[in-house]
Antibody
Framework: QVTLKESGPVLVKPTQTLTLTCTFSGFSLSSGMRVSWIRQPPGKALEWLARIDWDDDKFYSTSLKTRLTISKDTSKNQVVLSMTNMDPVDTATFYC????????????WGRGTLVTVSS | SYVLTQPPSVSVAPGQAARITCGGDNIGSKSVHWYQQRPGQAPVLVVYDDGARPSGIPERFSGSNSGNTATLTINRVEAGDEADYFCQVGDYSTEQVFGGGTKLTVL
């Protein structure tokens, strides 16, 4: 069974850096596999943030790329996202999701973690 | 960047067909994917590559894509289909883009 689970702080202060970890099981980040981070402010649309591929290629949202860093630890089956200079407008549920077999749709999602930015 | 436009809401009576559109410049040349998100839950893939269904998704869900509009069709709508629906496109080197979402209400 393929699962992904997001973990990290539930509350961060403005200007701080958010670090989230996606721990997955049931697959390895091997050939053709990719993991993305996606966020959703309360009551709003989904927004893709970043992606890391099995070969360590990395892609970022154009509007947020200066604030984002994505990395992977294949031995731990984890993907980590860092987002700098957090602001209250960044309050959102953050999801990690898998794409497989060289495709670009998200076939399995984590349950998401709500991160609130407030002083 | 590429923009996908969805109607904010669609309403349909039980047993009828619901059609949710996703507009984009020459979207017919792209592969479109659709997600269902029930309140408080993570999105679930319901249609990929314009019209294919993942395992476990009812045949009532189908998709089409041509010109500047992709469409998700849900036949014989049930109360349990009430949810937000999002379209998505993207490929290797471009950003993955989501539409603004459509709230499906079953009357």
């Amino acid at each position: 069974q393929v699962t992904l689970k997001e973990s990290g702080p539930v509350l961060v202060k403005p200007t701080q850096t958010l670090t989230l970890t996606c721990t997955f099981s049931g697959f390895s980040l091997s050939s053709g596999m990719r993991v993305s981070w996606i966020r959703q402010p309360p009551g709003k649309a989904l927004e893709w943030l970043a992606r890391i591929d099995w070969d360590d290629d990395k892609f970022y949202s154009t509007s947020l790329k200066t604030r984002l860093t994505i990395s992977k630890d294949t031995s731990k089956n984890q993907v980590v996202l860092s987002m700098t200079n957090m602001d209250p407008v960044d309050t959102a549920t953050f999801y990690c999701a898998r794409t497989s077999n060289f495709h670009y749709y998200f076939d399995v999602w984590g349950r998401g973690t709500l991160v609130t930015v407030s002083s | 960047s590429y923009v996908l436009t969805q109607p904010p809401s669609v309403s349909v009576a039980p047993g009828q067909a619901a059609r949710i559109t996703c507009g984009g410049d020459n979207i017919g040349s792209k592969s479109v994917h659709w997600y269902q998100q029930r309140p408080g839950q993570a999105p679930v893939l319901v249609v990929y590559d314009d019209g294919a269904r993942p395992s476990g998704i009812p045949e009532r869900f189908s998709g089409s894509n041509s010109g500047n509009t992709a469409t998700l069709t849900i036949n014989r709508v049930e109360a349990g289909d009430e949810a937000d629906y999002f379209c998505q496109v993207g490929d290797y080197s471009t950003e993955q883009v989501f539409g603004g979402g459509t709230k499906l209400t079953v009357l």
